[in-house]
T-cell receptor
Framework: ETGVTQSPTHLIKTRGQQVTLRCSSQ?????VSWYQQALGQGPQFIFQ???????GRGNFPPRFSGLQFPNYSSELNVNALELDDSALYLC????????????FGSGTRLTVV | DQQVKQNSPSLSVQEGRISILNCDYT??????FLWYKKYPAEGPTFLIS?????DKNEDGRFTVFLNKSAKHLSLHIVPSQPGDSAVYFC??????????FGAGTRLTVKP
């Protein structure tokens, strides 16, 4: 049983650019959530996808968008990057309705310069 | 909106003693609570959870206590071991499974 994999592991972008981060969910999981973790803080909920539909969103602007594919993998897109977007982006998957906790990937470290 | 709060950024205990990590929440719609452990350069890993219908859940050296009236939960680790040194995150979720995390507490267990 594979876990959650994220790519790339590290990324450097320039302010104003766009970025796409990718996540493959754990086998059997149909729900994917994305989190932003700034240095010294806990993960902040960006949004959740269930069966290819956005199913809940945190306090993030519309330039943060996502997709979930039929195989339950997911992408996080961020447009018009700002310096404050520099953070660790975590993807987590679970099976909806089952409180076994999320399985997290190791994250993508995004640096905006 | 800080719906989940961990007010102690760090905790240091001696090996063999008890570690107590605390967490408070504000949203009464949360009905499931979890603790995650995070090592550097890794994603958080699930440690233990508790449903709102319980007030205690135990798994080996780890016990989570829930006080719904106070909107407070705690994680007890007994006995603490050096390998327990990590950042511990408290998380809470409601019906739609979107988890909200606290800022984390860095636990250091000294040999």
């Amino acid at each position: 049983e594979t876990g959650v994999t994220q790519s790339p592991t590290h990324l450097i972008k320039t302010r104003g650019q766009q970025v796409t981060l990718r996540c493959s969910s754990q086998s059997g999981h149909n729900t994917v959530s994305w989190y932003q973790q700034a240095l010294g803080q806990g993960p902040q909920f960006i949004f959740q996808y269930y069966r290819e539909e956005e199913n809940g969103r945190g306090n993030f602007p519309p330039r943060f968008s996502g997709l979930q594919f039929p195989n339950y993998s997911s992408e996080l897109n961020v447009n018009a990057l700002e310096l404050d977007d520099s953070a660790l982006y975590l993807c987590a998957s679970t099976t909806r309705g089952r409180h076994y906790g999320y399985t997290f990937g190791s994250g993508t470290r995004l640096t905006v310069v | 909106d800080q719906q989940v709060k961990q007010n102690s950024p760090s905790l240091s205990v001696q090996e063999g003693r008890i570690s107590i990590l605390n967490c408070d929440y504000t949203n009464s719609m949360f009905d499931y609570f979890l603790w995650y452990k995070k090592y550097p350069a890794e994603g958080p890993t699930f440690l233990i959870s508790i449903s709102s219908i319980k007030d205690k859940n135990e798994d080996g050296r780890f016990t989570v206590f829930l006080n719904k009236s106070a909107k407070h939960l705690s994680l007890h680790i007994v006995p603490s071991q050096p390998g327990d040194s990590a950042v511990y995150f408290c998380a809470a979720s409601g019906d739609n499974n979107d988890m909200r995390f606290g800022a984390g507490t860095r636990l250091t267990v000294k040999p």
